[in-house]
C-alpha cells in the first residue's frame, strides 16, 4: 500500500516536469530515385516509416528520373552543389541538411534527420541556391569518364572511316 502511495505522489508532483517529446521539425528530404530500382524502393519505404513512426514533420520531396522531365536537372544541380557530381554517382541518392547520402545507407539518413531534428538544418533546395549564388560560374555538367570520352573518339574515327570507304567505292 506504501509503494502504490508513494508511487501515486511522484506521479502528482514530479511527472508534470518531465518534458515530453518535442514535436517533430519541419525536414525537408529530397530523394532523387528511378522506377523500377530496388535500392530507391527501400529508401522510399523506409522515409515513409520515419514520417509515420519517429519524425511526422519530415517533407519528401522525391524526384523520379524516369518519370520527371525536370528531374535530371534538378539531379545534376544537386549533386553539383553537394560536391559530388562525377560519372559514378547515381540513385538513389538522398539529400538531408546539408549531407548527401547515395544509395539505401537507412542509418545514415536516419541520422541525418535525427541530427536535424535536434538543430537547425539548412533546407537542401536552399544549399542549392547558395552554392550557385555564390559561384555564379559554377555550370552544372556531368562529369564523362575518360574510357566514355575514347569511346566517343572511336566511333567518330569509324564514321569517318566509313564515309571515306563508301565515298572511295563509289568513285570507281
Same mark, same amino acid.
Not at 37 to 65: M, W
Given at each position: 500500500?506504501?509503494?502504490?502511495?508513494?508511487?501515486? #505522489? !511522484?506521479? !502528482?508532483? !514530479?511527472?508534470?516536469?518531465?518534458?515530453?517529446?518535442?514535436?517533430?521539425?519541419?525536414?525537408?528530404?529530397?530523394?532523387?530515385?528511378? =522506377?523500377?530500382?530496388?535500392?530507391?524502393?527501400?529508401?522510399?519505404?523506409? #522515409? =515513409?516509416?520515419?514520417?509515420?513512426?519517429?519524425?511526422?514533420?519530415?517533407?519528401?520531396?522525391?524526384?523520379? #528520373?524516369?518519370?520527371?522531365?525536370?528531374?535530371? =536537372?534538378?539531379?545534376?544541380?544537386?549533386a553539383t552543389a553537394y560536391g559530388i557530381m562525377s560519372a559514378t554517382v547515381s540513385v538513389p541518392i538522398t539529400y538531408v541538411g546539408e549531407k548527401a547520402i547515395q544509395g539505401d545507407v537507412l542509418r545514415e539518413i536516419h541520422s541525418a534527420i535525427a541530427l536535424c531534428d535536434l538543430k537547425e538544418c539548412k533546407d537542401p533546395a536552399q544549399v542549392v541556391k547558395e552554392y550557385f549564388a555564390n559561384n555564379s560560374n559554377a555550370k552544372p555538367t556531368v562529369e564523362t569518364s575518360s574510357n566514355q570520352e575514347l569511346l566517343g573518339y572511336v566511333i567518330i574515327g569509324i564514321l569517318i572511316i566509313g564515309g571515306i570507304v563508301i565515298f572511295l567505292n563509289k568513285k570507281s
Open positions: 500500500m506504501k509503494k502504490i502511495l508513494a508511487l501515486l #505522489l !511522484f506521479s !502528482f508532483f !514530479f511527472l508534470p516536469f518531465i518534458p515530453a517529446r518535442a514535436e517533430s521539425k519541419p525536414i525537408n528530404v529530397y530523394v532523387f530515385t528511378e =522506377q523500377g530500382c530496388s535500392h530507391c524502393a527501400n529508401v522510399k519505404s523506409y #522515409l =515513409q516509416t520515419l514520417t509515420r513512426d519517429e519524425f511526422p514533420g519530415i517533407n519528401v520531396i522525391e524526384k523520379d #528520373l524516369r518519370t520527371d522531365p525536370d528531374a535530371y =536537372q534538378g539531379y545534376v544541380d544537386f
